[in-house]
């Protein structure tokens, strides 16, 4: 299974479509927050299942702030991550995927890219198309969903 992961679109549809057309075939996207909306432009433009979470631009009881997704028999728990320091480190987050069970755990807020192996599970953060900091580029993620385990990409080419 190939799952497209964004995050921190903000609002910009031009980043929002440069990532569609980037990606290729994907079975599922996962949005990150800030800007949920952008999540359900992203259905509306691909036709594809779309999991989306509130970030702490967002402001609304409209969608979630968690959402635990079960895909290719993984468990994924998306967060956008202000509620668990992320940009104070990753040790909310390793602690809280634990206790849910999460085998993935994908976050945001940052607006940097990062992926690392925490206690057997993965965080991912797909970085932002549209606002990267941290001398990042521009980007979005990819997951590949295997028998023999997931393969994490970041993809800054936009």
């Known amino acids: 299974m190939r799952i497209g992961v964004i995050s921190d679109t903000h609002g910009d549809i031009a980043a929002l479509r440069q990532v569609i057309a980037a990606a290729g075939p994907v079975d599922h996207w ?17 036709g594809l299942p779309v999991t989306v979470v509130a970030g702490n631009c967002d402001r609304t009881t409209a ?12 468990t994924i728990w998306l967060t956008h991550g202000h509620r668990y320091n992320v940009k104070y480190g990753m040790q909310e987050l390793v602690w809280w995927g634990a206790q849910y069970g999460a085998d993935i755990v994908v976050f945001g807020h940052t607006h940097v890219p990062y992926s690392g192996w925490h206690d057997g599970r993965l965080l991912f953060n797909p ?10 580029r521009p980007g979005y993620g990819i997951l590949h969903i295997q028998e023999n385990g997931v393969i994490e990409e970041h993809i800054m080419e936009l």
């Open 30 to 46: 996962l949005h990150a927050g800030d800007y949920f909306q952008d999540g359900w432009k992203l259905a509306e433009l691909t």
């Open 63 to 74: 969608v979630p702030v968690d959402a635990y997704a079960e895909l290719a028999g993984k």
């Open 127 to 136: 970085g932002s198309p549209g606002a990267p900091r941290g001398g990042s």
